[in-house]
């Protein structure tokens, strides 16, 4: 009977051995049937990292094409309690972002995969992980002071290849305080992102560079393209008949309006040099009132005063 119950004790596993039989069973299955992943897809993935397997978090940017993605580990407990604390004691939080090529995924993330983790074994990630540091970038942005959505990024400034360091830039920029004054008519203000690489031309790299003197020539310079913008604007104008912007008034005598007025005011008349109030319809000239009174052409009914 002695023998009966030892056998019967050692061919019935003991609860605690059951549940480890269950989730081995579990990691199998999941291993030879992962659930598939697509890219462009919120769920977080499985990828591997040596003999391991970790979980991932998908990122924005850095593309490189189908074969890369960006993606940050997490603990494969997230978001239960004690999983963030255990995860920077291992080394999970201090990674940012990596660049992590798609033939290492090897789907989207299953609970099952967490005893072939890092975490599980006690071991902290490696130094070498087999994934480069993604890119981030810098952007300096100019929005309309109108409540609109309306305005332009002032400056890109990337890659980096860790957050601190463009933490560091923005700091140095010191926006604060002068998030008003340095585009009239904007609000200048900065924010984090991922870098995309197929626009690599339209970002300046900040490794070896001042920051601070990059945001100053990128404000001068768009202020001397406002600045010629509104003077061909102003040279269109003036190349056209005044007095005719709304209303095509036929040719003869002079005339003009409260546009008009504003831009010849920085012209003088052609014959006393006076403040010019309002130019020819047929000579482009300006005038002031008092010359106007006797400035005539040829064939439009009245003898020609033209000097």
Known sequence: MIRRMLHHRSTTPAPEDQASVGKSRATLAALRNPKPWTRGSALDIAVRIGPFVERAQTRPGDDHGTDMIAVTLVHPDTPRAGASLHGRQLGYTNRDWLRCETTAILGTWDPAYTPLTHAAAGLPLPDDIGM????????????????????????????????????????????????????????????????????????????????????????????????????????????????????????????????????????????????????????????????????????????????
């Open 132 to 307: 480069d540091p993604a890119h981030y970038a810098l952007y300096i942005e100019a929005r309309k002071r109108d409540d609109t959505l309306d305005g332009y990024t002032l400056l890109r400034l990337g890659p980096y290849t860790q957050t601190r360091h463009a933490q560091q830039d923005y700091d140095r920029l010191a926006l604060e305080g002068r998030e008003t004054t340095l585009v009239p008519g904007y609000r200048v203000s900065g924010r984090f992102g991922p870098l995309n690489v197929s626009d690599h031309e339209l970002f300046t790299d900040p490794h070896d560079a001042d920051a601070p003197a990059l945001l100053d020539a990128a404000v001068a310079s768009r202020s001397a393209l406002g600045l010629d913008e509104r003077r061909r604007g102003s040279r269109d104008r003036m190349s056209q008949p005044l007095g005719t912007h709304e209303h095509g008034a036929a040719p003869g005598r002079c005339g003009t309006d409260e546009t008009d007025i504003a831009i010849l005011r920085t012209r003088t008349c052609h014959r006393c040099a006076n403040v010019a109030t309002t130019a020819c319809r047929i000579c482009q000239r300006p005038l002031c009132a008092t010359c106007t009174a006797d400035h005539h052409h040829e064939g439009y009914g009245s003898p020609s005063t033209d000097d």
